[in-house]
């Protein structure tokens, strides 16, 4: 186990170099730059800035002074916020979208795994038909259509709650856009559930503990459980990551200052080192679940080794 | 002849001109009777969250509102868009409008209790035009001549010899390369506040956080959550805080005109934005609190004059003719914007041009010289003109252009294919003159025609439109009393060689509250400070 | 109880005697084809997606007006002049710059549907076989293409679009290739994860004793089992990228105006929906009832193509 997580670490680092390595080279190419705005400006003060952010430079010197800095821990000055390095900005948004996205996590995977469960023992029957109708409302109603409902109805047609803001994730703010993100989560899990237990049910060694006369909730918990997650298990890794860094279209909406807005924001704005920190974010977080992943696997299916 | 043409007059007929403003205050102005809400809290959307709160580095308007709280230039602007007294009581300048002397009020403080010197205003212009401070908008100093500027910008000189002075704590000097008849209007701009030495000194780019900061302005910052809001509170050490009503302010950054519609009406926003799809059945549910006002910005379509098609003037004109202006202001932006047959906005100080011959014909007549002048240069059906139309991704520039195509396609043989690219991109696009039309827009910095003719007044614009004789009005310009016969003429050059097509000009369309009182909104230029507004009691 | 255990035994006993009979007897494709048509939900369901593609390119054909052109009068007043009626010719209403909305909706259907299904193709296939072949092989082979999964996992995707514009402008099929490019990799994290465990089973143990090559286990045997949950997961891709087309298109690459997507139609119609909700309503509809089809589609394939219920 130790090995595996220290093997894994040291594969990290040549992944974080290519993808730091891409991303830059990504960046570079697209055109439009930082400071290149509609008014435009004159060479000499675009040179002053040019000069201030190294942005002179050659690409591979900037890549290298952009390692150099990474390695301490700094992931350079956002050149969109130009009172904040991306350090600043990054982790109180971070928490933002992690306190958004643990709370729809919590629910929907609850829910998902409960509804989709239910559905699969009960398959091609009405409760089947029933619940999965309900969980896909939540995938067919895009984000952008549920977000300003949700506030049309809550907020203006009946005064319950806030149309948005966060105050430090007072309760109130929380509720519409953990609502508008769950929602969209619940389906998808009940039904990556309601699959993989179904397939299972069908499978040899659950029909030979129900030959044995297991009892039905045993033969559930005991050995259709562990297997069933596997493809779940596979499925939540990234969407945990999704969900951690946010939805843009909810940030937006809600006016929650979440990280998502920074993914599209930095790419919009070409705010490089804004770009690089959040690629660097995901990808760490990548890494760290698909490992946990593996870990899980292990743990569903002893006989998988890597 | 309007009151800063007559302020202007007054400036070059005497000798040296010592300017005396009426004793009137930029303070709430609270209507005797108005009986006050116990809570005076304004909650404001500001479309986007600023680049920065460092005045010498601020561009965009989301910044500049910001920076009008918490800092005070020489100048204020008045709700009518004149200058008066702000940290300045006033100034006198020399007999050839070259040296400027302001006059600084001295009771005048920062928030930690340091009074504004002349010193203040010094560091800060030198500051803004400092290589190392790199800001953005460094060449606002250029603009009106501050001797030395562009050197100090390009590195030649040291930021020390820029041309501005602390003749002693309370008089500063500014020394102008030639006599600019407006700079008195500019000071009123963020580059030109002071900034607190020992502040920046200490913390770097760091110190406009709310536990660093030191303002000058009615307000200072007392909590930052970037994309979400911005808290300020009264600035109990500035010189007229007796007469600030509001306690706190806080500015949201919302972009989503949706989003924001939506907190309004949910009552938390005292000032919004609306989706302008909504105004018909916005106006029914509460048109008292939409306020329309004209803007000082253009839209308009550049045109890369050197690429055929655009190289031939009457391919230009036939398009600009067949654009029915009236339908796009009317149900298309439908916000009380205003059709454009020129680059200068009718609203802008000191000008009144003539409009060109084609803004008095019927659209039908237009429709017909269009299609006559694209056939003599060679269009027809069977040989229709194609190009395309580039636009950044946004919904109301989708619209009008597909308006715009669908116009030309029926009034001639025309084939546009619409193009939208992202903001950047779009940017780089035009900029390296891969377009043949694209979208384009302008607000000015300061309200005077020059910030929109200076626009084509070099050869360095986008569109690579180049004429001699237009540079040259622009040019002599610049140190002309009354330029107003220049930017005349230039204007008619533009409606000859019609190298940009004018579309409309805007409005600021905003949703203010009933019990929000002094909300400066029909100010042109969009400069409203938030000591002038009252919260009134239901 | 015991009952119900009973049958469960019998039936194993008949299926292990009978076993061989059936695979001869049969292929696999035709018992699913057979077990599909059985499936009421899944085949009304093949059924109405077979319209909506019939209306997607017959439809024009009773449109009054051009998807493209404005209705000037409509215009003027888009919430009364351009509500849906039959007089006016325009059945589902008018959009707000006054263009027909069926026109419009018929012309949406093209480009969202052909996203939806070629985009899930390409990404099933490629995740599939990518995933199924880092499983089964393992090992280092393994590590490095989950490793390549996770750098393009986390690169930017807003500049992987910038750049395919940059590079090959304007092209309806790149926004296939875009989301294609990046849909199939969570597939295949999924199907190596099924794959792990399936390679570990008695069949795939046999298959090697008997000298199966490599490349033919992984289709004939590592393919076919994790069909299921590769059928459960493109059910719900379809909206996936169906809704992800209009963020392309915000983008400024794929669907460019006059042309439109479903996803293009709805982000605009949510802005009027509280005055004038036909424009957001007719597209939705169809949107809503094709996922729900290609739901019950999928479940229906899923069940059909499940090997262990032959």
């Not at chain 1, 080279?25 to 008014?39: C, I, V």
């Not at chain 2, 501005?164 to 600019?180: G, Q, W």
Request: aromatic share 12%.
């Amino acid at each position: 186990m130790l090995n595996f997580i220290f093997r894994r670490f040291l594969q990290a680092i040549p992944t974080l170099l290519v993808l730091t390595m891409l991303t830059f080279a990504l960046m570079y190419m697209a055109p439009g730059s930082p400071f290149l705005t509609e008014k435009g400006m004159p060479e000499e003060v675009l040179a002053n800035i040019n000069a201030k952010y190294h942005l002179d430079l050659p690409v591979w010197e900037q890549y290298l002074i952009y390692l150099g800095n990474l390695v301490q821990g700094d992931l350079g000055p956002s050149f969109r916020y130009l009172d904040f390095s991306v350090n600043d900005l990054v982790w109180p948004s971070l928490a933002v979208s992690a306190t958004i996205g643990a709370w729809s996590l919590l629910i929907a995977v609850t829910l998902g795994i409960t509804m989709g469960m239910i559905a699969a023992l009960n398959h091609n029957k009405w409760m089947d038909y029933t619940l999965m109708t309900t969980a896909m409302a939540g995938i067919v109603l895009p984000t952008f259509v549920m977000a300003p409902l949700l506030v049309l109805l809550l907020s203006y047609k009946v005064k319950l709650l806030p149309a948005g803001g966060w105050h430090d994730g007072d309760w109130q703010y929380l509720v519409l856009p953990v609502f508008a993100m769950a929602t969209h989560l619940i389906a998808q899990i009940a039904r990556i559930t309601r699959g993989s237990l179904i397939e299972v049910m069908s499978s040899n060694f659950i029909r030979t503990a129900q030959a044995k006369g297991l009892p039905y909730r045993t033969i559930i918990l005991r050995h259709a459980f562990k297997p069933m997650m596997l493809p779940v298990v596979s499925y939540l890794g990234p969407l945990f990551v999704g969900v951690l860094t946010g939805s843009v279209i909810i940030d937006v909406f809600f006016g929650t200052g979440g990280i998502g807005q920074h993914f599209v924001n930095g790419a919009i704005n070409r705010d490089y080192s804004m770009v690089m920190g959040v690629t660097v974010l995901v990808g760490v977080m990548y890494i760290a679940f698909n490992a946990v992943t593996d870990i899980i696997y292990a743990y569903i299916d002893p006989k998988i080794r890597y | 002849m309007n009151k800063t043409k007559l302020l202007q007059s007054m400036l070059l007929a005497s000798a040296v001109a010592a300017t005396s403003f009426a004793p009137q205050v930029l303070a709430a102005n609270v209507p005797a009777g108005t009986k006050l809400a116990d809570v005076q809290e304004f909650v404001r959307d500001n479309g986007a969250e600023p680049g920065t709160l460092d005045p010498q580095k601020i561009e965009g308007v989301p910044g500049a509102n910001i920076a009008r709280d918490l800092f005070e230039g020489l100048m204020n602007q008045a709700r009518n868009g004149d200058e008066m007294p702000g940290v300045a009581l006033g100034y006198t300048t020399n007999d050839n409008n070259t040296v400027y002397t302001f006059n600084l009020r001295k009771d005048a403080k920062w928030s930690n209790g340091d009074t504004v010197t002349a010193h203040d205003f010094v560091y800060g212009w030198q500051r803004a035009v400092d290589p190392i401070t790199a800001s953005p908008y460094s060449w606002f100093i250029e603009i009106p001549g501050i001797s030395n500027a562009s050197a100090i910008i390009a590195g030649d000189k040291a930021p020390s010899e820029l041309g501005v002075r602390a003749v002693d704590d309370y008089t500063f000097e500014v020394t102008l390369d030639a006599p600019i008849p407006f700079f008195a209007k500019m000071v009123t701009h963020a580059t030109l506040f002071p900034a607190h030495r020992a502040t920046i000194e200490a913390h770097g780019d760091k110190w406009t956080q709310p536990d660093n900061i030191v303002t000058n302005g009615a307000y200072t910052l007392s909590d930052w959550r970037v994309n979400e809001r911005m808290v300020m509170t009264r600035n109990s050490n500035y010189w007229n805080d007796s007469e600030t009503v509001v306690n706190k302010v806080t500015y949201l950054p919302i972009e989503a005109a949706s989003a924001s519609l939506a907190r309004y009406r949910a009552d938390e926003l005292d000032f919004g934005y609306f989706p302008t799809e909504q105004i018909k059945q916005l106006r029914e549910e509460m048109g008292d609190e939409i306020y329309i006002t004209p803007k000082l910005c253009t839209y308009y379509y550049i045109m890369n004059v050197e690429k055929a098609p655009f190289d031939d003037v009457r391919v230009r004109k036939a398009l600009s003719y067949a654009i029915d202006r009236d339908i796009i202001t009317e149900h298309i932006t439908a916000t009380g914007q205003m059709p454009a047959y020129g680059l200068t906005p009718d609203i802008t100080n000191n000008f009144s041009p003539k409009a060109p011959a084609y803004a008095g014909m019927t659209q039908a007549q237009r429709n017909e010289a269009a299609a006559a002048l694209l056939a003599e240069a060679g269009y027809s059906d069977s040989n229709p003109l194609e190009m395309n139309l580039l636009y950044n991704t946004s919904e109301g520039h989708k619209k009008i252009a597909i308006a715009i195509s669908q116009m030309w396609k029926q009034a001639m043989p025309v084939d546009t294919t619409l193009e939208n690219q992202e903001w950047k991109t779009y940017l780089s696009t035009r900029n390296e003159g891969n377009f043949s039309i694209a979208r384009a827009g302008w607000c000015g910095d300061y309200n005077e025609a020059s910030t929109f003719l200076d626009l084509l007044g070099s050869g360095d614009n986008d569109g690579n439109y180049v004429n001699q004789e237009y540079i040259d009005l622009m040019k002599s310009a610049k140190s002309m009393a009354d330029p107003s016969a220049n930017y005349n003429r230039a204007e008619e050059i533009l409606a000859e060689d019609m190298p940009i097509i004018p579309i409309y000009q805007y409005t600021g369309v905003n949703l203010i509250k009933p019990r929000v009182g002094g909300f400066a909104y029909d100010n042109p230029e969009g400069n409203v400070y938030t000591r002038d507004v009252y919260i009134k009691a239901d | 109880m015991f009952f119900k255990h009973k049958k469960v035994a019998q039936e194993l006993a008949e299926q292990l005697e009978s076993g061989v009979g059936i695979i001869e007897g049969r292929s696999l494709w035709q018992d699913a084809k057979r077990r599909f048509f059985r499936n009421k939900a899944a085949v009304v369901s093949l059924f109405i997606i077979g319209l909506i593609i019939l209306f997607s390119i017959f439809g024009s054909q009773f449109a009054q007006y051009s998807y493209e052109e404005i209705d000037w009068f409509a215009l003027s007043d888009p919430v009364e002049l351009g509500r849906p009626s039959i007089e006016t010719g325009h059945y589902f209403g008018t959009d707000k710059l006054g263009r027909d909305l069926y026109a419009r909706t018929v012309q949406g259907s093209q480009i969202s549907l052909m996203v939806g299904i070629l985009s899930s193709f390409v990404a099933i296939v490629i995740g599939t076989l990518y995933g199924a072949a880092s499983g089964f092989i393992g090992g280092r082979v393994d590590m490095v293409m989950m490793r390549i999964v996770e750098i393009l996992s986390a690169l930017p995707f807003m500049f992987m679009v910038i750049m395919l514009m940059v590079m090959f402008g304007r092209q309806i099929i790149l926004i296939f290739v875009a989301i294609g490019a990046v849909s199939w990799l969570d597939m295949a994290r999924i199907v190596r994860g099924q794959t792990l465990s399936i390679k570990n089973k008695e069949y795939i143990e046999a298959a090697h004793a008997c000298g199966v090559s490599q490349w033919r286990i992984v289709v004939r045997h590592i393919v076919p089992n994790v069909m299921g949950i590769v059928l459960v997961y493109a059910s719900l891709m379809i909206p996936g990228m169906i809704m992800f087309e209009s963020f392309i298109s915000f983008l400024g690459l794929g669907v460019q105006e006059p042309e439109t997507s479903w996803g293009a139609l709805i982000s605009e119609g949510v802005v009027t929906m509280e005055f004038a909700l036909w424009q957001l309503a007719f597209p939705l509809t169809f949107l809503v009832i094709t996922l729900f089809c290609f739901n019950f589609v999928g479940d229906g394939l899923r069940d059909a193509l499940d090997p262990k219920e032959r």
